[in-house]
């Protein structure tokens, strides 16, 4: 939980906001009370399988939290009561005008169905059938909007970060798992059971015999390329390996990657993939990516009228760590009838009659 407000060593937060339609780090600075006041405000809330990110910020500035608190994915109860208490103490106990969460999955997604927001088969002890939107124990008429934490993700680079200003974006992730999140303009290509893309199967690399490690297909993408499946095959972390198998990774997982990009690319016509993830940060993974990509598409984007170069098309985040939870401030924002400042993807609101459109 954030320290309480008045305590000796009072929490320091981190600010970011859009500059010239790229994102910088305000600095650093210290949080307290008066600077929400009696201002009305929105939360943004990024849950994970390891931790939960929660973002406070004026209406009038998402992109600017006042406060960013990050604390350990233990169980439920004890998770979201802190979550509640870190929003309280922020707040005053005033309630917020609207709560966005991007949460780990599976996640229903879909408000015309039934259990919307609840967390349901996961694997993650604890967590299976888990409704979120309850224990934020919000009041019924707070407007709240659930997505996957890839999908808010990727809305928050559409809307801030890497992509902003372009039509069809995607965000992948390639980590503990792989997800990859879709937006089309004003709508989120999402559902309840999809996209998994992570699932997808992909061509085996000529030198690779690895039989993966996923436990439903194998040698899927996330059975092949994620983090897990580089311990599994070379007994260490990417970031730990030698020259050698360093060079493999590059070569064989890289060229993973870029099929599930193709794939990407070829269906849903993106017009930029930001790439993210903690496999990512494997040095110079992203240029192997990218090469293999021109290798598997046939040049700049042949045959889809799109001229951009793989090194222009698949970027890092912009937003760093930050790209989901910034994410949830701005599904938040999305809810609020007022807002104007941005073209916005359709979300669906619970606490209201009817889904909302911006």
């Known amino acids: 939980m954030g320290r309480v407000i008045g305590a000796k060593e009072p929490h320091v937060s981190t600010a970011l906001r859009a500059d010239h339609g790229r994102a910088r780090i305000v600095p650093e600075r210290t949080f ?50 802190r979550v509640r208490a870190i929003i309280a103490e922020t707040l005053g106990g005033d309630r917020p005008e609207a709560v966005g969460i991007a949460s780990f999955g599976p996640l229903n997604v879909d408000p015309d169905q039934g259990r919307y927001g609840w967390i349901t088969g ?65 709508r989120l290509i ?44 070379w007994g260490a972390s990417a970031s730990e390996l030698p020259a050698a198998d360093l060079a493999a990774v590059h070569d064989i997982v890289g060229y993973y990657i870029a099929q599930l990009l193709s794939t990407v690319t070829y269906t849903v016509g993106t017009e930029r993939i930001v790439l993210g993830g903690g496999v990512l940060r494997t040095p110079g993974l ?14 700049p984007m042949a045959g889809h009228g799109l001229e951009e170069t793989a090194a222009d098309y698949i970027v890092p985040p912009a937003l760093g760590d930050r790209s989901g ?34």
């Open 32 to 81: 307290l009370r008066r600077d929400v006041g009696t201002r009305p405000m929105i939360v943004g809330i990024e849950t994970g399988g390891t931790k939960v990110v929660v973002a406070i910020s004026d209406t009038v500035a998402p992109d600017s939290p006042v406060r960013i608190e990050r604390i350990p994915t233990t169980i439920p109860v004890e998770t979201f009561g």
């Open 286 to 299: 992203l240029d192997a990516v990218r090469w293999h990509f021109d290798e598997i598409i046939g040049g």
């Open 122 to 186: 996961t694997t993650k002890p604890d967590w299976a059938f888990t409704d979120v939107g309850a224990h934020l124990s919000l009041d019924v008429d707070v407007p709240r909007a659930f997505v996957t934490d890839v999908t808010g993700a990727a809305i928050g680079e559409s809307t801030w970060g890497a992509a902003r200003d372009l039509r069809r974006v995607a965000y992948a992730t390639v980590g503990t798992g792989i997800g990859v999140g879709l937006i089309d303009g004003d």
């Open 190 to 233: 999402a559902g309840n059971g999809y996209p998994e893309m992570g699932n997808v199967i992909v061509r085996r690399h000529a030198l690779d015999d690895f039989a993966g490690v996923c436990p439903y297909h194998g040698d899927c993408v996330e059975g092949l390329a994620s983090g897990p499946a580089i311990i599994a095959r």
């Open 325 to 358: 939870v910034l994410g949830a401030l701005a599904l938040a924002s999305r809810l609020l009838p007022t807002t104007s400042w941005q073209s916005q993807p359709t979300v669906h609101v619970s606490g209201t009659s009817t889904a909302h459109v911006l």
